[in-house]
Structures are given as structure tokens and as C-alpha cells.
């Protein structure tokens, strides 16, 4: 199994910076790309940003695009996810998680994900974003 531990959750002001991070350990050859969702109260969960593994093809959310960025360090299997200009829409439970192959293919042409391909995540971190 893999295991994805995420750090950085917590409060933000509006305006502000938060850096999410996320490691992976496990048996972790069979995923192909890292990410980030969240979950409103009440909402879906949605993609916030992925990266492949090799650094070749991230995507990112529209409602995120130019205040996200997304960053692998490789050596330690360790995807953070750096949010500027926070705003209180950024409200949510944020978990990691990892896909396989067509998971991820699926995830940056199209924008979409499954729990069949998606299956290994974190437990999840809060990040509240004070209006």
C-alpha cells in the first residue's frame, strides 16, 4: 500500500500563503502522477492540482490556475502544493492523493478522476480561510 502523509493544513488569511505538503512511502511504483482535492462542507471532492512523477504534465483547477503551483521533489517523493492570494472559497478539507496511469491520463486531459484509479490518499488536512 502506499501511504501519503500531508502537512501544512491549517488557518489562513485572506490575501495570505499556505503551503500544503504531501509525502509518499510504499509501495509507491505503480503510481504515476501526485495531487491535491478538496471538499467543501457538502460539496464533491475536486481536484486542486497534480503532477506526474516525472515532472512531465501538471494540471491545475481553473478556479486555482495563477495563484497555485505545484512542485515535486522527487528525492523524497514529497508533492507541496504553495497557495498565494488565499481566498475564503479556499475553505476546505484538502487530502493528497496518487493514480495510476490512466488515473492521471485521464485527470490532465480531461479534468477527471475516479476512485478506481485514485485509490491511495491521505487522511486529509483543514485549511480555513478567515474572510
Known amino acids: 500500500q502506499v501511504l501519503l502523509v500531508e502537512s501544512g493544513g491549517g488557518s489562513g488569511q485572506v490575501g495570505g500563503t499556505l503551503r500544503l505538503s504531501c509525502t509518499a512511502s510504499?509501495?509507491?511504483?505503480?503510481?504515476?502522477?501526485m495531487g491535491w482535492f478538496r471538499q467543501a462542507p457538502g460539496g464533491p471532492r475536486q481536484v486542486v492540482a497534480a503532477?506526474?512523477?516525472?515532472?512531465?504534465?501538471?494540471v491545475y483547477d481553473r478556479d486555482v490556475r495563477g495563484r497555485v503551483t505545484l512542485s515535486r521533489d522527487k528525492a523524497t517523493n514529497t508533492v507541496s502544493l504553495q497557495m498565494n492570494s488565499l481566498k475564503p472559497e479556499d475553505t476546505a478539507m484538502y487530502y493528497c492523493?496518487?493514480?495510476?496511469?490512466?488515473?492521471?491520463?485521464?485527470?490532465?486531459?480531461?479534468?477527471?478522476?475516479?476512485?478506481?484509479?485514485?485509490?491511495?490518499w491521505g487522511q486529509g488536512t483543514q485549511v480555513t480561510i478567515s474572510s
Open positions: 492523493a496518487a493514480g495510476d496511469a490512466a488515473g492521471c491520463l485521464s485527470l490532465v486531459t480531461i479534468g477527471s478522476w475516479t476512485s478506481v484509479d485514485f485509490r491511495n
Open positions: 510504499g509501495d509507491i511504483a505503480g503510481t504515476v502522477c
Open positions: 503532477i506526474y512523477n516525472d515532472g512531465t504534465r501538471t
